[in-house]
């Protein structure tokens, strides 16, 4: 298959040593030089009935730590990502400490374009989640 070809098609990801899908979805869907990385969770890899952290620090730190397993499990970090989405359960209690939090994580330089939706449930009783877009240079 040309590489032209190879990238025209969809990569499918599940990621080893992420956390366990709370659904029936895949960590990562890489289409061309673009990486959706489904919305994580702030549960625990490899212990997927452990209880969730209490309290919106501790939940976001969780998420961002599963959201690093995805992006190096595909061979990539922060400086990839390039959009985010991010969706809260208690928007007007959470969201400033979130973003503390969140942006933590990137050069202040370099934060993605990002969307912060109040919603009013997640899986598992959480208070955040997290999904990605990254960007991959592919190989000339």
Request: glycine fraction near 6%; aromatic fraction near 10%.
């Amino acid at each position: 298959m040309s590489a032209n070809i190879a990238q025209s098609v969809p990569q499918f990801h599940m990621v080893p040593n992420a956390p366990e899908p709370v659904a029936t979805f895949s960590h990562a869907v890489e289409a061309g030089n673009f990486i959706h990385v489904t919305g994580q969770m702030p549960t625990y890899p490899g212990e997927p009935e452990r209880p969730i952290p209490s309290g919106i620090e501790a939940q976001t730190h969780r998420v961002m730590a599963n959201l690093q397993v995805v992006l190096a499990g595909l061979g990539l970090d922060w400086s990839n990502v390039v959009r985010a989405g991010a969706y809260l359960t208690d928007f007007e209690e959470d969201y400033a400490r979130f973003n503390q939090i969140y942006s933590s994580y990137f050069p202040a330089d370099r934060l993605p374009a990002r969307t912060c939706i109040g919603v009013t449930a997640l899986a598992r009783g959480a208070r955040v989640e997290v999904d990605l877009v990254a960007f991959r240079r592919l190989p000339r």
